[in-house]
């Protein structure tokens, strides 16, 4: 039967981007990476100039630290220091967030200094439009702090007087989550006018290690101009090299307002100037030894006569990619669709409301186990008038399995009048053989999003459902290959495929139950390929994150009770 047949092709179909997505699904998060280097800027306000690049001896970042008078910074979220040589911020560690589950395992270290194998850090200073007599602050500079502790209540600030008199100040602040306020102020006690234009920067040194995975984006990011950019790193050594003449456009850009940075699966580092500040951004890389890709941007030409003074303000973002926070940011500070630092994809008008939607449930119940069954239970109630309909008919189909046999019998050779004949039955009957098609195929979409959400945002990153469930980001961790448990052992990658955990099992057992009230088709061969099919996705999810086989489990469920329910309703009308 064509009806049949299609209903066939799109169960196929969907094992078959199940199957494609399981292959190229990493199944451990990667952690975040590095920054780093000198340089200075061209007279074309730009943030291109002489990169040297020294091969030093690479230290440990204990013993880069020690060798820098810092300023410590510490709140709720993030701790770190800022090195008074240079006044840059290059040693964060994110408070919240730890490497893996075991107990040792260390915190996330997103900020390395430079001198250390990865070096990732944000540089803020001055530069001239020509050669003048005037000292600028460069990244030698040695600054005077105020305070040696930033924190909510304590800003610092760090002060710089050069030979002509002229006073360089830059005043930090953070708030108690992952945002810094930095304010460059310069106080002209000379009898010279000083004409400059301020920068800042993120620097990377080295390629850091990424997912390479087609549904996340790792590198370069920005919202200027109300214009997402996302470009890889490859795209910033090829096109946005330092030493092309001619480069792609992105690499340069106006906007006014706005933020750029890098980003990782988790973690970010952004730049944001002033809403109403003009800027030319800037992205390059170059290499003398190590990749070194920069971030940045410019503002206008100041021109600062004596006893007058100038202050530049601007904000830095450096912490997790948290939906709520950068919610928060998005309306308190006005930084436009901030919240697009998460990978939302192509199909954000379907992975945005699974997320908000899951993030409220876990507002009111605690739990993102719990969130993400409260979730699964809505998506049943918004498809209900669909599922009802569907099970309806498969009720039907199934009480009609006789009449069909029947219709196999008498008429074992002439198959076009027998499938006259079924035409007929399920005309008389109400009934529709591929009814049962539509919720898988609604399902599907809504499976993808969900599948999304737990890849690329950090809300469940590690975080607990019950027993033995650790992190609903990762998969099952009581696999068939260490008997549950009860075995530990480092299994192979080449016997992964088979570690099906206790989750996934339950799955599959919740699948083989609802297939067994569906009817069973006709044909034999078919028959034993739906036969299978729950063995087929208990191997294809086993190795998905846990929150998606538990949203499956629970749909399952959900599925097998209202078919039930619908069932005995018809069959009892009728007996």
């Given amino acids: 039967m064509n009806e049949q047949k299609n209903l066939y092709l799109a169960i196929g179909i969907s094992i078959a981007i199940i199957i494609f997505f399981q292959i190229l699904l990493p199944t451990q998060p990667i952690e975040p ?46 701790e770190g220091s800022i090195n008074l040589t240079g006044g840059i911020i290059d040693d964060l560690i994110l408070s919240k967030y730890k490497t893996s589950l075991a107990p040792d395992s260390k915190n996330i270290q997103l900020l390395l200094p430079n001198g250390t194998a990865n070096p990732y850090y944000i540089e803020t200073g001055w530069k001239e439009l020509k050669d003048t007599t005037i000292d600028l602050p460069n990244l030698e500079t040695e600054w005077q702090s105020d305070s040696f502790n930033l924190t909510p209540t304590n800003p610092v600030n760090l002060t710089w007087t050069n030979k002509q008199n002229i006073t360089f100040k830059v005043n930090y602040k953070i708030d108690d989550e992952y945002m810094f306020s930095i304010t460059q102020e310069i106080i002209n006690n000379s009898n010279k006018t000083v004409e400059v234009f301020p920068y800042r920067l993120i620097k990377r040194i080295n390629t850091p290690d990424t997912i390479n995975f087609f549904i996340l984006h790792e590198g370069l990011i920005s919202l200027l101009n109300d214009e997402l950019l996302e470009k890889n790193y490859d795209d910033i050594a090829e096109d946005c090299s330092s030493s092309l003449q001619t480069k792609k456009s992105f690499c340069d850009n106006k906007s006014k307002g706005g933020w750029l940075g890098f980003t990782d699966k988790y973690w970010m580092s952004a730049l944001i100037p002033d809403a109403e500040q003009s800027i030319n951004v800037n992205y390059r890389h170059s290499n003398n030894g190590r990749d070194n890709y920069r971030a940045g941007y410019v503002g206008q030409i100041y021109e600062i006569k004596p006893s007058n003074n100038l202050t530049y303000g601007g904000k830095l973002f450096v912490g997790a990619k948290k939906l709520d926070i950068l919610s928060n940011y998005d309306e308190s500070l006005s930084i436009t669709r901030f919240t697009d630092a998460i990978d939302w994809g192509w199909f954000s008008f379907l992975t945005k409301p699974v997320s908000y939607a899951i993030n409220w449930f876990f507002g009111y119940v605690g739990n993102f186990g719990l969130a993400i069954i409260a979730f699964t239970i809505l998506m049943r109630l918004i498809l209900f008038p669909l599922a009802q309909a569907s099970f309806k008919s498969m009720a039907k189909m199934k009480k009609l399995q006789p009449d069909m046999q029947r219709l196999k019998e008498t008429y074992p050779n002439d198959r076009q009048k027998m499938q006259q004949e079924l035409m007929a039955l399920y005309k008389r009957e109400g009934a529709n053989p591929v009814a049962g098609c539509l919720p898988i195929l609604v399902q599907i979409p809504i499976f993808f999003s969900l599948y999304k959400v737990l890849f690329v945002t950090i809300e469940m990153y590690h975080a607990p459902f019950y027993g033995w469930i650790h992190d609903l980001s990762a998969p099952d961790p009581l696999g068939l290959m260490t008997l549950f448990g009860i075995v530990p052992w480092n299994v192979p990658p080449l016997l992964s495929i088979i570690d099906i955990g206790i989750l996934p099992i339950f799955m599959g057992f919740t699948m083989w139950l609802q297939q067994k009230l569906n009817p069973a088709p006709a044909d034999p061969t078919q028959a034993r390929i739906f036969a299978i099919l729950p063995f087929v996705f208990t191997f294809v999810l086993a190795g998905f994150a846990a929150g998606l086989v538990l949203y499956w489990s629970v749909n399952n469920i959900l599925s097998i009770a209202q078919q039930w329910f619908i069932q005995r309703r018809i069959l009892a009308k009728d007996g």
């Fill in 33 to 78: 990476p590095p920054l780093n280097e000198e340089e200075s800027l061209e007279p074309a306000t730009s943030i291109d100039g002489n990169n040297k690049q020294f091969v030093e001896e690479i230290k440990s970042k204990e013993d880069v630290l020690n060798t820098t008078k810092r300023v410590s910074f510490k709140n709720s979220s993030v």
